[in-house]
């Protein structure tokens, strides 16, 4: 193992460790809203260890989990949640993803969370916007520290 990829592995592990343990203690305190979400350790795993894949982009990240997580309410609120209508949800949201040129495959996960716990609209903005916009945030900044760290060994995916 070279010295650049073993760099680059621990600030990947600790920023998501800051950015995933900051949402949790957020989440802790219930005046605040939701701020965890289980695909947003998939986010994770893209932001911080693949970072210069088109789906770790900020506009990937941010609106393809808002997308998605748009249908699941939606879902929710005219649909229900039915077998058939969870599958079509995924399916919609992953075809709005690809049409907008958003596809982020944390994200994928968001209507089948959403509709089997009957999430409200507040889940948009708590923890959907807050939440990605945070995780995005460190991922700049994680990036910014990596700048001087040369091909870990990823190659762009995607």
């Given at each position: 193992m070279n010295i650049e990829r073993l760099k680059f592995a621990i600030i990947a592990g600790v920023f998501s460790v800051l950015c995933i343990g900051f949402l949790t203690w957020?989440?802790?305190?219930?005046?605040?809203?939701i701020w965890l979400m289980a695909p947003f350790g998939a986010t994770a795993v893209l932001v911080f260890g693949i970072p210069?894949?088109?789906l770790a982009h900020p506009k990937n990240v941010?609106?393809?989990?808002?997308?998605?997580a748009l249908v699941g309410v939606i879902f929710v609120n005219y649909i229900g949640d039915s077998t058939i209508s969870i599958a079509i949800a995924v399916g919609l949201a992953i075809t709005l993803m690809i049409l907008t040129n958003t596809v982020h495959p944390a994200a994928g996960a968001n209507p089948i969370l959403i509709i089997t716990t009957g999430q409200s609209w507040d889940f948009l903005i708590f923890p959907v916007l807050l939440g990605t916009s945070f995780i995005?945030?460190?991922?700049?900044?994680?990036?910014?520290l990596l700048a001087g760290v040369k091909n870990c060994g990823?190659?762009?995916?995607?």
């Open positions: 957020l989440n802790t305190l219930q005046d605040y809203g210069n894949s088109p941010i609106v393809g989990h808002f997308l998605t995005v945030l460190s991922a700049v900044i994680a990036k910014a990823h190659k762009k995916t995607a």
